[in-house]
């Protein structure tokens, strides 16, 4: 029994008809069908009508069929075929060409061989390989794609992990819904005598004495949806320090979180003796004046410094007062003072006139710091510091007479104009010393004081000229 009878009876049983028999068969069985000759020109072609993609290949025939090949796949072609010249009975197995035509159109193409009997001809019946070939390129580009998406998260993660770490507030990342930690930083997880492998991913409950999951999750989103920033105050189950817990909700991919800085509230630990010393030293010898009012700018405490500013005898004279009461403009700077604070925390400088119980004055400098206290209450700490050399204070005095001189000159009208008339005149005056306010505020800077006012530029510079004020510069 030969070889080619094993192959038969092992792949095939029953009675197929004779392909000669069948209608068409070569144009259907395949996308393509070429015949090569002994010499190796195409001898004939055939492309299957539902293979449009192929086009039309009438002029391959009496031309050499490896002149539209790639040349490695010349190579792979005539190894096949000397290997069946070689041996008769040699079944070649499904070849894979690379096709190039008009110099710049490719395809692929898997063929199978066939020898014709009674000659040295081959039929290739092949099939597109294209629509493969596409849909592994569209593979091979999203590979691509989504491991460049990876290494970018890595980058992110990394920098994100590095900014964590690096900062000295210690802060906890939280899953609402589990009340599990997310993530913490090093200088959270020593205030509460862990470590942030140890805490990552545990309950949060759990760090802490005395609270079951629901009620602290409970407690920590009452704090973050109040309008003024709350703290939760806790006791660390590891080490028993006392610390408070300030939430902040924020969102990330659909999902709700919160960040919360912790704050020992402990004061052993926050501040020794010999700090706390210092610090009250501090406050009673420095030449600065020092003022520390509630979140409304009513003073609770002054240091020396600011009675003597103030011509205060004693503390009781100045608390329980609002800051405005010192304050040449009043509840115009105190407004402006609160409201820049409130949003970025501190004031770095703010330059206006403080007046005394007896009517000086002295050009100063402010600068303010939003202060938590025990229990997530907040003050304010005003500095004040006495920058008044004649020719500023002077400058800044004569500003303040003419809008006291252009106020008595209105109430002077009374009886000669309508009140009407009075309440315009007061109007412009009242309007003239904010917007003077606002741009002494913004360094001159137009566009800020614009902004500030909640005017448009244009509508800032209409009232610069209105007022006189359009010559004392700006930065645009």
């Given at each position: ?12 049983a ?10 068409n ?33 009438d002029?391959?025939?009496?031309r ?5 090949l ?13 290997a069946?010249?070689a ?9 894979e ?12 193409v898997?063929y ?12 290739l019946?092949?099939?597109d390989m294209q ?26 993660q ?11 507030t ?13 993530d913490?930083?090093?200088?959270g ?14 309950s ?15 407690a920590l ?47 052993s630990?926050?501040?020794?003796p ?10 009673a ?19 020396e ?21 010192f ?5 115009v700077d ?7 604070t ?12 403080v007046?005394?119980l ?6 100063v ?5 939003r202060l938590?206290h ?29 809008s ?5 000159s ?15 005149a ?6 003239k ?35 006189g ?8």
């Amino acid at each position: 029994m030969t070889r080619e009878t094993r192959r038969s009876e092992r792949l095939s049983a029953g009675a197929l008809p004779d392909p000669a028999h069948v209608d068409n068969i070569v144009e259907h069985a395949s996308d393509i069908a070429v015949l090569v000759g002994e010499t190796g020109d195409v001898e004939g072609i055939s492309v299957n009508p539902e293979s449009p993609s192929l086009g039309c290949l009438d002029h391959w025939v009496g031309r050499p069929f490896e002149n539209f090949l790639q040349p490695e796949s010349i190579e792979k072609l005539r190894g096949r075929f000397a290997a069946m010249r070689a041996d008769p009975e040699f079944a070649p197995l499904p070849l894979e060409l690379n096709h190039v035509d008009n110099a710049t159109w490719e395809f692929p193409v898997r063929y199978s061989l066939h020898r014709v009997e009674g000659g040295h001809q081959v039929l290739l019946l092949g099939r597109d390989m294209q629509p493969i070939a596409e849909v592994q390129q569209r593979l091979l580009a999203e590979q691509q794609a989504r491991e460049r998406d990876q290494q970018k998260l890595r980058g992110e993660q990394t920098f994100y992990n590095v900014v964590l770490e690096a900062s000295e507030t210690p802060l906890v990342l939280i899953e609402i819904e589990k009340g599990r930690i997310r993530d913490i930083n090093s200088a959270g997880a020593a205030i509460l005598g862990s470590t942030s492998d140890t805490l990552s991913g545990s309950s949060l409950a759990q760090a802490f004495e005395g609270r079951r999951r629901d009620e602290l999750m409970d407690a920590l989103k009452t704090a973050a949806s109040a309008d003024e920033l709350k703290g939760v105050e806790l006791v660390a189950r590891r080490n028993g320090r006392v610390v408070s817990l300030f939430p902040e909700f924020f969102r990330a991919a659909g999902e709700l979180y919160m960040l919360c800085r912790i704050v020992s509230v402990d004061d052993s630990v926050t501040a020794g003796p010999e700090a706390a010393q210092s610090l009250a030293l501090l406050f009673a010898s420095t030449s600065d004046a020092i003022v520390l009012t509630d979140a409304k700018g009513v003073i609770r405490d002054a240091n020396e410094a600011f009675l003597v500013m103030a011509d205060a005898a004693q503390l009781r004279d100045v608390r329980d007062q609002s800051l405005a009461e010192f304050l040449v403009r009043g509840t115009v700077d105190l407004k402006l003072m609160l409201e820049s604070t409130v949003k970025k925390s501190r004031l770095r400088s703010y330059s206006t006139q403080v007046k005394s119980l007896v009517g000086t004055r002295s050009t100063v400098d402010v600068s303010v710091a939003r202060l938590r206290h025990q229990g997530g209450e907040f003050g304010l700490g005003f500095v004040i510091r006495d920058v008044s050399p004649s020719d500023a204070m002077e400058g800044d005095t004569a500003s303040a007479m003419v809008s006291e001189d252009a106020m008595k000159s209105v109430m002077d009208l009374v009886g000669t104009a309508s009140l009407k008339e009075l309440v315009s005149a007061t109007s412009d005056v009242v309007e003239k010393m904010c917007i003077e306010t606002a741009v002494q505020l913004t360094g001159n800077n137009r566009v800020a004081a614009a902004e500030m006012l909640g005017l448009s530029r244009q509508s800032l510079y209409v009232k610069l000229r209105k007022h006189g004020l359009i010559n004392s510069g700006g930065d645009d």
